[in-house]
Every structure is written in C-alpha cells, then in structure tokens.
C-alpha cells in the first residue's frame, strides 16, 4: 500500500502569510495527487486534482506542484476562510490513501 | 447542480449489519464512478470502496474486505454500502464522492455525510 505522510500535522499562521504543506508518498505515484480542504462538521472540498491542476471554482491563490514522491500544496497569501484542515490523495492505485491532514490554525 | 444525500446511518450493536444510501442528482450517475470515504471521529479521511460504473469492478479497503459490500441502482440513481459485522471501529461519518470524471479516482463531490455509531 501507498503510504502518505504530511507535513507539518499541525500549522500556526495569520492572514496573508504564504502557507506551503508538504505531502510525501512511499514509491512513486506520477501526477495522481489530489488535495482537499475540510472545515469543521463539513465534507471535504476538492482544491488540486492531478498534482497540480486547479478545481473549477477554487481561488488562484491555491497552487499545487510536485511529482514522483514529493507534493505541496501553496497557499499563496492565507484568507480567513482558509483555515481548516487540508488532505492529500493518491489515486495512483488500490487502495487509495489519504495523507494524515494539516490543521491551518490562525 | 450535483447533490449527494447519504442516508441509513444509526446505531448499530457490534456484529450488527446497516445499510447506507446515497441519492444522487444533477448528473449523469451512470457514468461515473462512485466511492464511500469515511471519517473517525476527530480523525482523517479513510477510502472505504469504490465502484466503476457500469458496476464492472469493485474495490474496498483491507479494513473492510469481506465484510462491507458497495453496489449501485442506476435506474434509481442510488449507490449502497452495506456493512454487515460491524465493530466498534467502523464507527464514522460515511460521505458518498462522486468521480471527478468518468474514471477519476478523485473525488468533485461529496454528500453531507452519514453516522455510523457501533456500540452496545
């Protein structure tokens, strides 16, 4: 199985601070990356799909970039409503797996 | 617009058996694949099974394996988990995600979620 691990677990910033978090997988998994944002008692939101390509509707100060085993996800300049908690995927193969998450926490 | 509304979540005896539904609308639900994700309480996202469409092949986590079993009503656009000898680590949100395209393995849309307590 295809193992993801974040980092940082848990993240501490303000308004307008540029946020990166870090997604690294256990053996390569090309572009098929996804990320996620969660708020409290919501499902999650699709932000990246392949690697690095922005979901219709999401802000541009979100960015996504990586390949191979090593991923991040870019907040360029952290809005109120950017804290939640944040996912990676793989979906390179069965079963798919989720990072363990990134609390954005002001 | 697409929505996804789970139901059929409870509380449940350990050994006991649940079955969860999911309504779909505002899409072609033939033609995409389908997956229930769910979430411990306090805890991470955790792929539970997913389902090709035209019901052509299944997938589910070790966790679940042999004992949970993902389907689909096409004509009733409706996607079904039923959980059968349920424990107490089963206990979760379920949320229904709809592919992100026909294949995709990501997910563009999720349901509200459903709770699944195993407790005596």
């Known amino acids: 199985d295809i193992q993801l691990t974040q980092s940082p677990s848990f993240l501490s910033a303000s308004v307008g601070d540029r946020v990166t978090i870090t997604c690294r997988a256990t053996?390569?998994?090309?572009?098929?990356v996804a990320w996620y944002q969660q708020k409290p008692g919501k499902a999650p939101k699709l932000l990246i799909y392949a690697a690095s390509t922005l979901q219709s509707g999401v802000p541009s100060r979100f960015s996504g970039s990586g390949f191979g085993t090593e991923y991040t996800l870019t907040i360029s300049s952290l809005q109120p409503e950017d804290f939640a908690t944040y996912y990676c995927?793989?979906?390179?193969?069965?079963?798919?797996?989720f990072g363990g998450g990134t609390k954005v926490e002001i | 617009q697409v929505q996804l509304v789970e139901s059929g979540g409870g509380v449940v005896q350990p050994g006991g058996s649940l079955r969860l539904s999911c309504a779909a609308s505002?899409?072609?639900?033939?033609?995409?694949?389908m997956q229930w994700v769910r979430q411990a309480p306090g805890k991470g996202l955790e792929w539970v099974a997913s389902?090709?469409?035209?019901?052509?092949?299944?997938y589910y986590a070790d966790s679940v394996n042999g004992r949970f079993t993902i389907s689909r009503d096409d004509s009733k656009n409706t996607l079904y988990l039923q959980m059968n000898s349920l424990r107490a680590d089963d206990t979760a949100i379920y949320y229904c995600?709809?592919?992100?395209?026909?294949?995709?393995?990501?997910?563009?849309?999720w349901g509200q979620g459903t709770l699944v307590t195993v407790s005596s």
């Open positions: 995927q793989q979906l390179n193969s069965f079963p798919l797996t």
């Open positions: 389902l090709r469409f035209g019901k052509s092949d299944e």
């Open positions: 053996q390569g998994i090309s572009i098929y």
């Open positions: 505002g899409f072609t639900f033939n033609t995409y694949g």
């Open positions: 995600a709809k592919g992100r395209d026909n294949y995709g393995l990501d997910f563009d849309h």
